[in-house]
């Protein structure tokens, strides 16, 4: 971007200072006006913007973990982030983030981007008169339910088709998201766990939870919208992560059999 107007005398004073290797991705603050040597100078010490990736399909606690690792937040800010985000609401993204930014600020990015990344797939949730948290919250329980982008659709159209069957959901993370901690916030669910009293739980509540259990992407949004319309009504994983689909119970305790005994 002419900025650096000749590589030979930058990449001499890269060598000479022994500053070679030494720039790491980020945000600096350079100018045209500066020469070689204070560029370089800026360009090695550290940077005021830091590059981090959220994945999809963590729970807001997770997410701060992440930030704080990578923005080297101390606790008050991670708590500040963890208490103004709202789940479900952040959107995984790669982001390049003020080292300055608090935890509301930066909650308040993520949730914008959200906005402006799936302005279109909530419109199109507005004209199937779906509601944006309902949206979010199946989401929410699609992510964290299938197993690639691809069968997400098939996910969807279960979930939906439970749903309007006023069929419990059943869903193991809604579980997990009531069970989760610190350092384990997916435990494996035992059957004690179906019982736990909690909204959230879809053994004993019919219906969606009351809010989202995790933080979705683009994919599982479009799912839920656009869903793959069949009977289906149950679906379960083998031990490859192949999804099997079933119209009845008695085909998914058949499933059941054939694919996890």
Known sequence: FGFI??????????????????????????????????????????????????????????????????????????????????????????????????????????????????????????????????????????????????????VAGVIWNRWLKEMPFQIDATVQYVLGKPGNWWKQVTLEDYKIDSPYNTYINKGKPPAPISNPGLAAINAVINPMESDYLYYLHDGQGQIHLAKTYEEHLKNIVQYLK
């Open 5 to 154: 107007r000749s590589q030979w005398a930058f990449r001499t004073i890269l060598r000479l200072e022994g500053w070679e290797g030494k720039i790491n991705p980020g945000g600096y603050e350079i100018s045209r006006s500066m020469n070689v040597l204070r560029m370089a100078g800026e360009l090695v010490s550290h940077p005021y913007q830091e590059w981090v990736t959220i994945p999809e399909g963590l729970r807001k606690e997770e997410v701060a973990d992440i930030l704080q690792k990578n923005l080297n937040w101390d606790d008050k800010t991670k708590q500040e982030f963890i208490g103004e985000a709202k789940e479900g609401y952040l959107f995984p993204d790669t982001y390049l983030i003020d080292l300055s930014y608090t935890g509301k600020q930066t909650a308040n990015r993520m949730a914008n981007e959200l906005d402006a990344k799936a302005a279109d797939l909530f419109s199109q949730a507005l004209e199937k008169n779906i509601r944006n948290d309902t949206v979010m919250i199946l989401a929410s329980l699609v992510q964290r339910e299938a197993a690639n982008e691809k069968e997400m659709p098939a």
